[in-house]
């Protein structure tokens, strides 16, 4: 019983995120809502993780198996991509390396600037 | 004969995605290759399986209706994750924030470039823009802006594998050392599968790569709408 009203309390929120997704203007999927409603109400302690914690976690779990049944659509939307698919996997390859240098750079960029203006005002302050 | 039960059958669809998929957990404790990645051998096995029996995909597709309608809530748990990982976000909000933010960036204008170089038209590129995003947010933005959504999924797995295999030497070559900067790096550009392996390398890497999921998720899709006006 206590999965069911797991289970009840997150199809509230995926209910919620269709109907903002059908009202609203904006080019956001319903899960985006979600994900924004349901943050809102543990922030605000309306929800607390412990209430949803089980059913969850097993959902995030299962979430690759979900993902097949729309990729296997390939066998219908082959045609269209069969003379290009190299320049897909190459255009995937490399912005992948691009991603992870503009990242990881600007990231361990801002935290050293960080850390020298720490000391330098620290210096300042002896 | 065997095709036609096949094809009218109520758990055929839902056994050959959950079945493959245990297929390819098996082989990846076996092997430990993260080629063997679970999806990607459920997905050609699958593909396989109805090639060879001439099961239409519609048939399959209808089957597998229950299986799609979890997703939205799925996605939406993610919300749990983050929340119990924002103290982190808050201890180095910045360079948390302008990492993802640069990450997403980089995504969306390197993909831009090389389409227009390759001279790839308007669905290949929204197509391909959710390619470093956790793939429950990229179908939906694919659906959103008119791509192809099954293309979309597998550069995202892709995307993950490459990132799984590569990011630990490349980060090195290019000497980000940093544990939160290459945990936002791998998190940013490889979404989960990634992460699996940023867990691998350390607490930090891990929090810090699944964090940025989420947040490089819902950024892509704000920008994005931009960006697909583009090109």
């Known amino acids: 019983m206590r999965y069911v009203f797991q289970l009840l309390i997150i199809i509230c929120f995926s209910f919620a995120g269709e109907i903002l997704h059908s009202t609203l203007p904006l080019p956001l999927p319903a899960s985006i809502y979600g994900i924004i409603l349901l943050y809102a109400a543990l922030e605000l302690k309306l929800v607390k993780v412990h209430q949803i914690r089980e059913v969850s976690t097993t959902l995030i779990m299962a979430m690759p198996v979900m993902f097949v049944p729309p990729a296997v659509g390939l066998l219908k939307t082959w045609k269209n991509i069969q003379d290009t698919w190299s320049q897909y996997l190459l255009i995937t390859v490399l912005s992948t390396f691009v991603v992870i240098a503009a990242a990881g750079w600007m990231t361990q960029g801002v935290i050293r600037w960080k850390e020298k203006s720490h000391t330098k005002s620290q210096d300042n302050g002896n | ?231």
């Not at chain 2, 180095?92 to 470039?113: D, F």
């Not at chain 2, 890497?205 to 964090?211: H, K, T």
């Open chain 2, 1 to 231: 004969m065997a095709t036609e039960f096949l094809t009218d059958s109520v758990y055929m669809a839902v056994l050959l995605t959950i079945g493959t998929y245990g297929i390819g957990t098996w082989l990846r404790k076996k092997t430990g290759w993260t080629l063997m990645n679970p999806l990607l051998v459920s997905i050609v096995l699958t593909i396989a399986f109805l090639y060879i029996t001439d099961i239409p995909y519609e048939s399959y597709s209808r089957g597998t209706d229950i299986i799609k309608y979890m997703l939205t809530p799925a996605t939406i748990c993610l919300a749990v994750p983050l929340y119990e990982q924002i103290d982190q976000l808050k201890r180095n909000v910045h360079a948390v924030t302008m990492g993802i933010a640069a990450g997403v960036l980089a995504s969306m204008l390197s993909i831009l470039a090389l389409v227009v170089i390759m001279g790839l038209g308007h669905v290949s590129y929204v197509t391909l823009l959710p390619k470093s995003i956790t793939t429950a947010i990229g179908m939906d933005l694919s659906n959103e802006l008119g791509g192809n959504v099954p293309i979309t999924i597998i550069t995202i797995v892709i995307t993950g594998i490459t990132g799984n295999i590569f990011a630990e030497r490349f980060l090195k070559l290019i000497r980000v050392n940093h544990p939160i900067a290459k945990g936002i790096a791998i998190g940013a550009a490889s979404h989960v599968i990634g992460t699996s392996k940023a867990m691998e390398m350390g607490q930090t890497e891990g929090a810090m790569s699944s964090l940025s999921i989420v947040t490089s998720g819902i950024l892509t899709v704000i920008t994005a709408s931009v960006f697909a006006s583009l090109a």
